[in-house]
């Protein structure tokens, strides 16, 4: 098994990396159907690089809520000529998937980082089949519900123990090793906002924190519109995210996100030649 390389965390003193979605689904929340067909994904992905893309996260399912599972073939099936060509764009490349043998074959094909929404948790193979494959893994945390009744930064902070746990069980080294805590799944919109608020306290588990809110309804609840206008919200929670800790965010429009983490490094670093 060809063993993934080449991808570089970002340090505490460099700016966060930002992360390009490149969904080749019929239904995703944001853009479903809108890259469906491997000719249109990759012209996307050609344009995220160009905006200035450090990451292209390729998913072949669905994760919002309500969506209907698709089989391992079918998704692979749609990753698979997308990954061929994405992968000669010379950037790291992020698959998102929680099947163990989708990660094997995606990393087999060039993937650096395997981003499981289900932390490790769901399928019993994948702590395995990411070490095997030596990528970097992304451990985001879930529920299957809402409840407003629960801790929630004592959920993530059980669940991302957990997680790690498995990882190390697994030997996957620290170093390869991030942490998502997963706005909007099984969230309510006010647990979103104390997440986002309290970020900086995950921080104490020691590894890197990835915050994906692109589009999402924590946007649209404060703002009051619709998935394609939450540009600008979308901006404001990645970069009070990043001012919280995070390394990397997880977004749909690349452009506006890599020139304003620039500009919060530069502020941060208190010079325009160091970002």
């Given amino acids: 098994m060809p063993r993934c390389s080449g991808y570089k965390l970002p340090s505490a003193s460099e700016r966060a990396q930002v992360m390009g979605i490149l969904n080749v689904t019929p ?22 690089k160009a905006e200035g893309a450090d990451i292209l996260d390729l998913g072949g399912e669905s994760t919002r809520p309500g969506s209907e599972p698709v089989s391992l073939e079918d998704e692979w099936s749609r990753i698979a000529p997308v990954l061929e060509q994405v992968v000669e764009l010379d950037l790291p490349v992020s698959i998102d998937t929680y099947k163990a043998e989708i990660a094997r074959r995606a990393c087999a094909a060039g993937a650096l980082i395997v981003n499981d929404v289900w932390g490790l948790q769901k399928d019993p193979a994948m702590p395995d089949a ?11 945390h879930n529920r299957t519900e809402a409840d407003a009744a629960i801790d929630i930064m004592a959920d993530i902070d059980r ?12 030997g996957i080294p620290k170093d390869k090793q ?4 997963g706005f909007g799944f099984g969230k309510t919109m006010d647990q979103n906002y ?9 921080k104490k588990h020691g590894l890197p924190i990835l915050a994906g809110a692109s589009r999402k309804r924590m946007i649209g609840a404060v703002l009051d519109v619709p998935t394609e206008d939450r540009l600008y919200g979308s901006l404001a929670v990645h970069l009070i995210a990043v001012q919280k800790g995070a390394s990397i965010v997880r977004a749909h429009d690349v452009r506006p996100h890599a020139d304003a983490v620039r500009i919060l490094q530069a502020t941060l670093s208190e010079s325009a030649y160091r970002n």
């Fill in 178 to 181: 991030i942490l998502d805590p």
């Fill in 194 to 202: 104390l997440i986002l608020n309290r970020l900086d306290q995950l």
């Fill in 130 to 140: 990411a070490a095997e494959t030596g990528a970097h893994v992304i451990m985001m």
């Fill in 159 to 170: 669940w991302f123990e957990r997680s790690m746990e498995l990882a190390d069980r697994a």
């Fill in 27 to 48: 239904d995703s929340f944001s853009d479903g159907g809108l890259h469906f067909a491997a000719e249109r994904a990759v012209a996307h992905a050609r344009a995220m």
